[in-house]
């Protein structure tokens, strides 16, 4: 059984800093690497990817809002994800979920098999 363990997170100041780290246990298949990140969610809105890092080459996907303002990436054994989020907005509080894949790093959310239970962020403006 694959699982997702998120900490950090927490309550923020606009401008300031906040972090989040994501580790994935169990049977997850990396035949064809992980993509694993982080996608947030306000109440009435869908759902939207933030940062993703694939773990075979390390590259990175940002959504345009988070762009040059938040950073992913992982551990030497890829199987820890850490957002560091910087600048932070009012927009940026949400429930953030980490979520995982096996193979590369799809736009579809439904594409992503596994999900952490979300931990809540919140800025103070």
């Known amino acids: 059984q694959v699982r997702l363990a998120e900490s950090g997170g927490g309550s923020g100041q606009t401008g300031g800093s906040l972090s989040l780290s994501c580790s994935v246990s169990?049977?997850?298949?990396?035949?064809?690497?992980?993509?694993m990140g982080w996608f947030r969610q306000t109440p009435g809105k869908e759902r939207e990817a933030v940062a993703r890092i694939y773990s075979d080459t390390g590259n990175t996907y940002y959504a345009d809002s988070v762009e040059r303002r938040f950073t992913i990436s992982q551990d030497n054994a890829k199987t820890t994800v850490y957002l560091q989020m910087t600048k932070l907005k009012p927009a940026d509080a949400a429930m953030y979920y980490c979520?995982?894949?096996?193979?590369?790093?799809?736009?579809?959310?439904?594409?992503?098999?596994?999900w952490g239970q979300g931990i809540q962020v919140t800025v103070a403006s």
């Open positions: 169990g049977n997850i298949d990396r035949s064809m690497g992980t993509c």
């Open positions: 979520a995982a894949r096996s193979g590369i790093c799809l736009d579809n959310i439904e594409r992503y098999s596994y």
